[in-house]
């Protein structure tokens, strides 16, 4: 049973351009969230994903967008990439259909390291 | 709003010691709260959660977490420590509103030395 796969692990980019981060969620698994970790940092809640539409939204900017495929896969989108914007992220995937909503954890992904230069 | 402190950066302790890793709280209502552990260049691992019931929650690799509500506490425990426990360690609470958002503290590197 596969878990969560993130992809790429690795990316350098440049200011100013665009990134795009990939997801695929645990199996069995129809939600995705996406969280950004600064350096020395917990994980801060970007947005998340069910039935292909953005559910809700932390305190990021329209330069972080995102999209859910019918497959309940799941990409990251951050366009003029700042030096701030390096940090590791991770995706997380869970169940709506979880009986007791609420009391399962979310399952990780290893994470896209993200390096701006 | 819904937030987790852990106030702690690092806790050293010896291999064999008994470990604690400081949580504490601050929600509206009932709190839904979580243990993850991050090894390095991994994502972050389930511990164990509290969402109701007894007051001292066992998870994985022997942790255990006591829930005290008039101390808004969820301390993370470890009878006996191991080297390969040594990680960052974060305390996380669930959105009131949104069962799958999470916030999570900035956590706690546990070293623990031979």
């Known amino acids: 049973d596969a878990g969560v796969t993130q992809s790429p692990t690795h990316l350098i980019k440049t200011r100013g351009q665009q990134v795009t981060l990939r997801c695929s969620p645990k199996s069995g698994h129809d939600t995705v969230s996406w969280y950004q970790q600064a350096l020395g940092q917990g994980p801060q809640f970007i947005f998340q994903?069910?039935?292909?539409?953005?559910?809700q939204r932390g305190n990021f900017p329209d330069r972080f967008s995102g999209h859910q495929f019918p497959n309940y896969s799941s990409e990251l989108n951050v366009n003029a990439l700042l030096l701030g914007d390096s940090a590791l992220y991770l995706c997380a995937s869970s169940s709506s259909g979880t009986p007791l909503l609420g009391n399962q954890p979310q399952h990780f992904g290893d994470g896209t390291r993200l390096s701006i230069l | 709003a819904q937030s987790v402190a852990q106030p702690e950066d690092q806790v050293n302790v010896a291999e064999g010691n008994p470990l604690t890793v400081k949580c504490t709280y601050s929600v509206s209502g009932n709190p839904y709260l979580f243990w993850y552990v991050q090894y390095p260049n991994r994502g972050l691992q389930f511990l164990l959660k509290y969402i109701t019931g007894d007051n001292l929650v066992k998870g994985s690799y022997g942790f255990e977490a006591e829930f005290n509500k008039s101390q808004t506490s969820f301390h993370l425990k470890k009878p006996s420590a191991l080297v390969s426990d040594s990680a960052l360690y974060f305390c996380a609470v669930r959105d009131i509103y949104n069962f799958n958002k999470f916030y999570f503290g900035s956590g706690t590197k546990l070293n623990v030395k031979p």
């Open positions: 994903y069910y039935e292909e539409e953005e559910r």
